[in-house]
Every structure is written in C-alpha cells, then in structure tokens.
C-alpha cells in the first residue's frame, strides 16, 4: 500500500461511509486513536504524518463496526482489503 495523501482519503472514508465521525485531535493516545463507541467517533493524533495516519486506520478499521452495504464499490473493496491484510498479518 501506498503512503499518499490519497490512500489517506480512501482510508478515511471507509469509517465516514458507515457513520463515523474522523477526527484529529492532538493528545496522548497509546496507539494514535481513541473511540467513542457510543457516539461513533474516532478521534486520530493529529501530530502522525500520513505514513502514521494510514498505519493507524488500518490497524484501526477491523475494530469498526463497519456496515458495508452503506459503503461504495470502491470503499467496499478497500475495507476488504484491509481486512484480508489483517488476517494475513501484512504490516504487523
């Protein structure tokens, strides 16, 4: 996977899609996010640069509780992705 900006905003919008708000706070996280599950909120450290960024949602997105039907065909494969490197343990 790419570190670019777009990667970024791929990424981004798996969570968004499915009814989460992404945020970028600055704070002390222990892995680079925190989440609000009541309020479906992820807030992100907003000091990681985009190689940071992108690790942390894709460590962060198989946590979700991601509603793929509300996702589009390029979002939904994406988070397939994703998931299929989590299972396979690619970056980890």
């Known amino acids: 996977m790419k ?4 990667t970024l905003d ?3 919008t798996i969570p968004e899609q499915s009814g989460y708000v992404l945020r970028y706070e600055r704070g002390t996280f222990q ?3 925190c989440i609000l599950e ?3 909120v992820v807030v992100l450290n907003k000091f990681l ?3 940071g960024r992108i690790n942390t949602l894709l460590e962060l997105i198989p946590q979700l509780d991601i509603n ?5 065909d390029d979002s939904r494969k994406l988070f ?3 998931i299929a490197r989590q299972e396979s343990g690619i970056g980890n």
């Open 3 to 6: 570190y670019t900006q777009n």
């Open 10 to 12: 791929k990424l981004e």
């Open 31 to 33: 892995s680079g996010y």
């Open 38 to 40: 009541d309020r479906k």
């Open 49 to 51: 640069q985009i190689e």
């Open 68 to 72: 793929t039907e509300l996702l589009t």
């Open 80 to 82: 397939m992705d994703v």
